[in-house]
């Protein structure tokens, strides 16, 4: 089955804490992306990546670090969580740029 | 780097009512302008898509009209039900030197009364 699958759904965890959240796709899709979604402010994007070792900063990338060794998996890092920094957040995977884009299941962060 | 704006930002209806959301892009290379809806405590999926080359195009009850113009697009329901209940958030995907960018609006909550 076709899928972007995210890890974990659920995290609560303390500020400074340094934490990962995994994105994989299954699809061979070149195109990846994390955004956090926020009541009010839609889908706001934090980093993209177009292929393998290429990766961009989106909207909001400030306290977050990406990688993208291999073309399955798009790790999203928080070094030094903050409060600000707790929100919903989704992975998505395109085979293009111009096309659909699948997203995970959503990981629910909670920084105290 | 390109700017969404999405209103209403919420919209309720009666069922069997049309409802028509708008956009606005900042970005005149923008090329490709998705419509997602996200359904309570699931994640977005895609409804329907415009690019740049097309000016309307309609799938059953959904049609996206584009004005590059004016640099707006909007998402037509016709006919609603009260299953059409969801957020619904527009994209546009960036060209020149963003391009792999998709940027998204704030975000519709239609509710469909029935």
């Known amino acids: ?112 | 780097g390109e700017n969404v704006e999405q209103h209403p930002s919420t919209l309720s209806v009666q069922e069997g009512d049309s409802a028509v959301i708008k956009c606005t892009y900042s970005d005149s290379a923008s090329n490709y302008f998705p419509w997602y809806k996200q359904e309570l405590g699931k994640r977005p999926q895609l409804i329907i898509d415009i690019r740049s080359n097309v000016g309307e195009k309609k799938d059953q009850r959904i049609a996206v009209t584009l004005n590059k113009t004016a640099k707006h697009f909007s998402l037509h329901i016709t006919e609603t039900q009260p299953e059409d209940s969801a957020v619904y958030f527009c994209a546009a995907h960036a060209g020149g030197t963003s391009y792999g960018k998709l940027t998204f609006g704030q975000g519709t909550i239609l509710t469909v009364h029935p």
């Open chain 1, 1 to 112: 089955e076709a899928q972007v699958t995210q890890n974990p759904r659920y995290l609560i965890t303390v500020t400074g804490k340094k934490l990962t959240v995994t994105c994989s796709q299954n699809m061979n899709h070149e195109y990846m992306s994390w955004y956090r979604q926020d009541p009010g402010l839609g889908l706001r994007q934090i980093y993209y990546s177009m292929n393998v070792e290429v990766t961009d900063k989106g909207d909001v990338p400030e306290g977050y670090k990406v990688s993208r060794k291999e073309k399955r998996n798009f790790p999203l890092i928080l070094e030094s969580p903050s409060p600000n920094q707790t929100s919903l957040y989704f992975c998505a995977s395109r085979d293009r740029a111009r096309t659909e884009a699948f997203f995970g299941q959503g990981t629910r962060l909670t920084v105290v």
